[in-house]
């Protein structure tokens, strides 16, 4: 049994050693401390990680499917090759985090702070993309944009092939 601890008192019991590859979804999460969690190959899809302390947390190939993440911390993330498609992630900070390969079509994303994130081979297709912070994050021609969106307006880099 693994427990996920929380700033509400309500703590997450969660069957299992740990955290990787775990059924995690349809919880209740919010304002969970899981920085630096290895949350790798889980799915907690439709779960509610609201004001979460995701900082530093491995999240990559997780499925994150309608995920509520509103207000979390998670500079310096990993969500590469993540399925955040539909998430909710209005007003998170996501500094530095890498979400290579990661799929948010259509996550909610109005005022998320994606500053210096790796968006290299990312699904962008995002609602509400034109209200994120974007300033100094890297894509490469494998990511994917709202048709239109100019991306390099909003401060994104462009990682050239090597």
């Given at each position: 049994?693994?427990?996920?601890r929380?700033?509400?008192?309500?703590?997450?019991?969660?069957?299992?050693?740990?955290?990787?590859?775990?059924?995690?979804?349809?919880?209740?999460?919010?304002?969970?401390?899981?920085?630096?969690?290895?949350?790798?190959?889980?799915?907690?899809s439709?779960?509610?990680?609201?004001?979460?302390?995701?900082?530093?947390?491995?999240?990559?190939?997780?499925?994150?499917?309608?995920?509520?993440?509103?207000?979390?911390?998670?500079?310096?993330?990993?969500?590469?090759?993540?399925?955040?498609?539909?998430?909710?992630?209005?007003?998170?900070?996501?500094?530095?985090?890498?979400?290579?390969?990661?799929?948010?079509?259509?996550?909610?994303?109005?005022?998320?702070?994606?500053?210096?994130?790796?968006?290299?081979?990312?699904?962008?297709?995002?609602?509400?993309?034109?209200?994120?912070?974007?300033?100094?994050?890297?894509?490469?021609?494998?990511?994917?944009?709202?048709?239109?969106?100019?991306?390099?307006?909003r401060?994104?880099?462009?990682?050239?092939?090597?």
């Amino acid at each position: 049994m693994t427990i996920i601890r929380c700033e509400t008192g309500d703590d997450v019991e969660v069957a299992g050693e740990s955290l990787a590859g775990a059924d995690i979804s349809d919880r209740n999460l919010h304002r969970a401390l899981l920085e630096d969690a290895d949350l790798s190959n889980a799915d907690l899809s439709r779960s509610t990680l609201r004001s979460a302390r995701v900082d530093g947390a491995n999240f990559a190939d997780a499925v994150l499917v309608d995920t509520n993440f509103a207000a979390a911390e998670g500079s310096g993330a990993n969500f590469s090759g993540a399925n955040l498609s539909g998430a909710l992630l209005r007003s998170a900070g996501f500094q530095r985090a890498n979400f290579s390969r990661a799929n948010l079509s259509g996550a909610k994303v109005a005022s998320t702070d994606f500053e210096g994130a790796n968006l290299c081979g990312a699904d962008m297709r995002c609602e509400e993309l034109d209200r994120a912070i974007l300033t100094n994050a890297i894509a490469d021609g494998q990511t994917t944009w709202p048709q239109n969106f100019d991306f390099a307006s909003r401060g994104v880099k462009t990682r050239l092939p090597s």
